[in-house]
């Protein structure tokens, strides 16, 4: 045990050593670059913590929403609204499971299987405590997909803008150092050619 974590200890004192550590041939811009790094990173898993956080709050309404609804059949008592139809509502009885019976109009978003269907077809409808008809609530499978794309579009976005930063940050850098350089060999450069 104290094996394994003492391998797993070494590569994080080697990247710290190396992002901050004192080292008298690491200059001011390294120091800079460590530190625009550290930002980065911590900028990119606070967007990924937030995105998980959304996803699982976005799950856990679509199932709170879920456990309020109950599903009902109902019998059309009149055919569904055509494709076409500027109305797209129909009249429906639905009893519910204290055997009380009630109708009402529902329209395609609360019912979406009574277009173009005939009077007498059973339709799964959605009822609140009220037993008033409510939108159905998302599958399983859409809440997923829905949750995902929560995640990771924006994870996938601050991964490009933070790469994009540091590309960005690293080329103003090495533009410094390529000038520090440039004027370091040209004191230096003379003598060294000057001795042949």
Same mark, same amino acid.
């Given at each position: 045990m104290t094996g394994s974590a003492h391998r797993v200890g070494r590569p994080l004192q080697r990247l710290g050593r190396l992002l901050l550590g004192r080292n008298a041939l690491r200059r001011p811009v390294d120091r800079i670059e460590a530190a625009v790094i550290i930002c980065l990173v911590a900028a990119f898993l606070t967007v990924a913590v937030a995105a998980a956080c959304s996803a699982g709050r976005i799950c856990q309404s679509h199932r709170a929403a879920a456990a309020r609804l109950r599903p009902a059949v109902a019998e059309l008592s *009149?055919? =569904?609204p055509a494709a076409s139809s500027r109305v797209p509502a129909a009249r429906a009885r639905w009893r519910l499971p204290n055997g009380t019976e009630h109708s %009402? $109009?529902?329209t395609t978003v609360t019912a979406p299987a009574i =277009?173009?269907?005939p009077a007498g $077809?059973? !339709?799964l409808l959605w009822l609140d405590r009220s037993a008033k008809p409510l939108v159905p609530p998302p599958s399983p499978g859409d $809440?997923?997909?829905t949750a995902l794309l !929560? %995640?990771?579009i924006p994870t996938a976005g601050a991964t490009v803008v933070l790469i994009l930063c540091y590309r960005?940050? *690293?080329m103003v850098l090495d533009r410094h150092r390529l000038a520090r350089w440039a004027s370091a060999w040209e004191a230096t450069g003379p003598r060294w050619t000057s001795r042949r």
């Open positions: *009149r055919p =569904g %009402g $109009t529902f =277009g173009n269907a $077809t059973s !339709v $809440t997923i997909f !929560v %995640g990771i960005l940050c *690293r």
